[in-house]
T-cell receptor, first 115, second 114 residues
Framework: EAQVTQNPRYLITVTGKKLTVTCSQNMNHEYMSWYRQDPGLGLRQIYYSMNVEVTDKGDVPEGYKVSRKEKRNFPLILESPSPNQTSLYFC??????????????FGSGTRLTVV | KNQVEQSPQSLIILEGKNCTLQCNYTVSPFSNLRWYKQDTGRGPVSLTIMTFSENTKSNGRYTATLDADTKQSSLHITASQLSDSASYICVVMEGNQAGTALIFGKGTTLSVSS
């Protein structure tokens, strides 16, 4: 089944403890992206990757890191999480961001709570 | 500034009734407009994608319309079901051959009651 898999689904952590949220897709998509969703704000892009070893900042990159060492994986790293990073996170992928009508497939989400 | 505005913010309807959700956008250059359905705590799922030349696109009981001149779109849901209870997000793709980006609306929360 074609899908984007995120892990974990739920995570509670303490301030300052490094964590990684994994994202993997099995569709050979070039483009991958991370979003956070907060009440009343909609989805906001954190980082994106056009292809392997190519990453760039989105609208809200502060406090986050990403890497794209292989095509299928795009982990989101929080080096020192803070309570304002408590949010619902989504990973998404698309065949290419260069073509207009390709669909985006979203993962099921990771609900992160930082205390 | 590129923006996507949706209305109403929330809506409650009885099962079996129809409803229409609105989306206004100021995005340039415009590439396409998408409607997504998001169940609580789950990832968005695509319903329709329309380019500027498409006026209407249907997906089962969901029908999206697009007026590129007035920069407005609507999503009409026919004969609503309890499973239609979700957030509906209007997303406009900004871009051209150099690259694209998605501009998200804040969504309309639909509750269908029996």
């Amino acid at each position: 089944e074609a899908q984007v898999t995120q892990n974990p689904r739920y995570l509670i952590t303490v301030t300052g403890k490094k964590l990684t949220v994994t994202c993997s897709q099995n569709m050979n998509h070039e483009y991958m992206s991370w979003y956070r969703q907060d009440p009343g704000l909609g989805l906001r892009q954190i980082y994106y990757s056009m292809n392997v070893e190519v990453t760039d900042k989105g609208d809200v990159p502060e406090g986050y890191k990403v890497s794209r060492k292989e095509k299928r994986n795009f982990p989101l790293i929080l080096e020192s999480p803070s309570p304002n990073q408590t949010s619902l996170y989504f990973c998404a992928s698309s065949l290419s961001s260069q073509r207009y009508n390709y669909g985006y497939t979203f993962g099921s989400g990771t609900r992160l709570t930082v205390v | 500034k590129n923006q996507v505005e949706q209305s109403p913010q929330s809506l409650i309807i009885l099962e079996g009734k129809n409803c229409t959700l609105q989306c206004n956008y100021t995005v340039s250059p415009f590439s396409n407009l998408r409607w997504y359905k998001q169940d609580t705590g789950r990832g968005p799922v695509s319903l329709t994608i329309m380019t500027f030349s498409e006026n209407t696109k249907s997906n089962g009981r969901y029908t999206a319309t697009l007026d590129a001149d007035t920069k407005q779109s609507s999503l009409h849901i026919t004969a609503s079901q309890l499973s239609d209870s979700a957030s509906y997000i209007c997303v406009v793709m900004e871009g051209n051959q150099a690259g694209t980006a998605l501009i998200f609306g804040k969504g309309t929360t639909l509750s269908v009651s029996s």
